[in-house]
């Protein structure tokens, strides 16, 4: 690919111009004026890339700065690193897939190939378990995918009369995803999809229709990444790269609502309705990895593993990290499961679903595996190369720049502070967990042993200091561990060598550190609100100050067209109405613990809350967190479905008594003083 054309790839130019802008002001805050030490962000994304900007494709790629984490490179520093980068690839023939890019031009190939396969309505575009061919025996010949005539009638399934106006908006307000204004094409009723150029509809991000091996539109539509992976903040005309968030995470989707309409269509893939994706609107348990490793792809499992695998448990719902952190995070997943340069697990959901079998597919799954292989490292290009975005409202540039030092300085843990809580490595700051970011900082080898590891996040936080949830760190027990290393998506050619790309967190590999969270890298944290691994916690102001959280909360959702009052919306996501720039986050509602409706399973007096003392969790609760913590799937298929319209809003409501969704952690913030809190807050808008 040429120079000039490496910028403006595919239909998202909006995106690449918002990436071009931030690296070419990577010193500048939007907003409040000219750049200093303390204030600037590179907006995450890749440092490679960042590199090849206006340069031919024969240069050579400078170091990937996660590579430099390594044992002793943050001993005596401020920020702490331990975990650490493996390089999964030192044996391509090996592993059979193609290692890091050497040049900038094998990297924008990468970037060209991986843009595609997450590019909806591409020629290369891929689909949960389909890959990007939904005709070949390996992807079950499409069972994960769905035909345009029965999307055409989620309207009937809604309750409606007739087809409404404005179809494709109800769809991306029900199930929690915005409409890019990039093209993603659907046929409407009627209409054949190869002579109307993929259809006069649009489809919603976490959709897409797919092509035919020969490049014509099918009629068939897939799930994508998107509907995990990226939200709506905003609309593009509050500023650079708002609207659809690619790769921000979501924190609206609601995938179970989405399977359950579709059944009685008859989409195959609806079945895993009764398994439960989600229990609240706008998580996931898509790193449920105990499912997948009951399939090994190299020797049998073990007794012993079989059964912890069976007793590991349900892992609730989850947060989705920002894929914009990527290129600062050498290990992946809340709680550091895999290195970062792992591709395989991305692919998971796209894998050829015969491939997911391990060796129990046989051809079939290898053919899946193949195809993981060959495009699990140009997805993770693409994907790591993504920028947040700039903060979009006003910032106080004084009172940033006090954040900053507050940031990277504070010591939560002096002596006149009075932490209770167990002190961390690193100098007691923000930044000793989650990085360092202003140049003043950076540049100051007290802190990084050199400014190339800029705003790398790589410290896994023990429970007894982070004290968050621990239902995902406790569910990926020792035989999940064991297991998955002898899986495929473990890399066990890497096994027992110094770059072993199993499960991070086996005895053998992590020795003596604690089990815990991984502290992410915080560009564009004002976006990527709730927060905490399982979104607890609605704003960050409640991440700091832990005495304001509220055990029962629902954010507020957008408000219907004035003819369509029963219409389930999804939540608001206009900055005007619905943002807290002050607390930085989403407004939301209390809720009560009260009777709503019958058999309602989110708020249920005396089951899953207390009335009066909402902070405490009732008995039947805790006998069921008994049960989901030791006994796989318990958790999600105990679960009435969703089909009322109550129970739909009702699935809005975050409340933090029940399962893996406990609100609490991060309680040495409590030593701050709401001034400090301010500042900091002001300070992260610039990241």
């Known amino acids: 690919m040429s120079v000039e054309r490496m910028s403006f790839v595919g239909r998202r130019a909006p995106m690449r111009l918002v990436r071009g802008v931030s690296v070419m002001a990577m010193l500048a805050v939007p907003g409040v004026g000219a750049a200093n030490d303390l204030l600037g962000s590179s907006r995450g994304g890749s440092v490679q890339w960042d590199f090849c900007y206006g340069k031919p494709d024969s240069a050579v790629l400078p170091v990937d700065p996660r590579t430099l984490v390594q044992p002793g490179i943050s001993n005596g520093k401020a920020v702490h690193f331990n975990a650490y980068w493996k390089n999964c690839h030192v044996d391509p023939v090996a592993v059979k897939e193609v290692g890091a890019a050497k040049t900038c031009g094998e990297l924008r190939a990468r970037y060209t190939h991986g843009e595609g396969l997450l590019t909806n309505g591409h020629p290369g575009a891929g689909a949960l378990f389909t890959g990007t061919d939904y005709t070949v025996p390996e992807a079950a010949f499409g069972i994960a995918t769905f035909s345009a005539a029965q999307y055409n009638e989620l309207w009937r399934v809604w309750g409606f009369p007739f087809r409404p106006d404005n179809f494709d908006t109800l ?75 690619v790769g921000g995470g979501s924190s609206l989707a609601d995938l179970d609502l989405f399977l359950s309409d579709l059944l009685p269509l008859g989409y195959p893939a609806s079945l895993a309705t009764f398994l439960n994706l989600n229990r609240t609107r706008g998580t996931n348990n898509a790193s449920d990895i105990n499912l997948a490793f009951l399939f090994p792809d190299e020797n049998l499992l073990t007794p012993s593993e079989v059964i912890g ?251 219907p067209r004035w003819d369509q009052p029963l219409v389930v919306m999804g939540f608001d996501t206009d900055l005007q109405r619905a943002y807290d720039a002050t607390k930085l986050g989403w407004k939301y509602d209390t809720i009560p613990c009260r009777w709503r409706t019958p058999l309602n399973p989110t708020v249920s007096p005396y089951i899953n809350c207390q009335p009066g003392d909402e902070f405490r969790t009732p008995l039947a609760q805790e006998l069921m967190n008994v049960l989901f913590s030791n006994l796989i799937v318990s958790w999600n298929i105990l679960f009435p479905p969703t089909r009322t319209r109550q129970q739909i809003e009702d699935r809005k409501i975050f409340n933090s008594n029940a399962f893996g969704q406990d609100n609490g952690g991060h309680e040495f913030n409590a030593v701050l003083t709401d001034p400090e809190r301010l500042a900091i807050i002001e300070y992260l808008k610039t990241l």
Not at 324 to 336: E, T
Not at 393 to 412: K, Y
Not at 519 to 538: D, E, F, I, Q
Request: net charge neutral; hydrophobic share 35%; glycine share 12%.
């Open 171 to 245: 769809v991306a307000q029900r199930y929690g995803s915005g409409l890019s204004p990039a093209r993603n094409p659907y046929p409407l009723p009627g209409q054949f999809p190869n002579f109307s150029n993929g259809g006069s509809g649009q489809l919603p991000e976490m959709l897409t229709q797919l092509r035919n091996p020969d490049g014509s539109w099918s009629g068939r539509i897939g799930v994508t990444c998107h509907a995990c992976h990226s939200g709506v903040v905003g609309k593009p005309s509050d500023g650079p790269g708002l609207g659809v968030q």
């Open 309 to 559: 695998l069976i007793n590991s448990g349900s892992t609730a719902g989850m947060d989705t990290p920002a894929w914009w952190n990527m290129g600062h995070r050498p290990v992946k997943f809340v709680d550091g499961v895999f290195p970062m340069d792992a591709p395989r697990v991305d692919m998971v959901f796209y894998t050829p679903f015969i491939g997911l079998f391990g060796s129990a597919g046989g051809p079939l799954s290898e053919a899946g595996q193949d195809w993981m292989r060959e495009n699990g490292p140009p997805l993770n290009t693409w994907v790591e190369t993504l920028k947040s975005p700039p903060y979009p409202l006003p910032i106080n540039r004084t009172l940033a720049e006090q954040g900053a030092v507050l940031f990277h300085s504070l010591d939560m843990w002096a002596p006149e502070r009075n932490n209770v809580v167990p002190r961390p490595q690193g100098n007691g700051s923000c930044a000793s967990c989650h990085g360092a970011y202003s140049a003043r900082y950076v540049r100051d080898p007290s802190f990084l042993a050199t400014p190339a590891l800029e705003g790398m996040a790589s410290y896994i936080v023990p429970l007894r200091i982070i004290g968050t949830d621990p239902v995902r760190v406790n569910t990926n027990n020792a035989a999940v561990q064991s297991a998955g290393a002898k899986n495929f998506f473990g890399y066990p050619t890497t096994a027992g060598t110094d770059q072993d790309c199993g499960p991070q967190n086996q005895p053998h590999i992590r020795g003596d550190r604690e089990l815990g969270y991984l502290a992410p890298p915080l560009y564009g944290v004002w976006a990527t609100a709730p927060y905490l691994h399982n979104g607890s916690v609605p704003n960050v102001w409640e991440v700091l100050k832990p005495s304001d959280r509220k055990p029962i909360w629902r954010r507020v959702s957008t408000p």
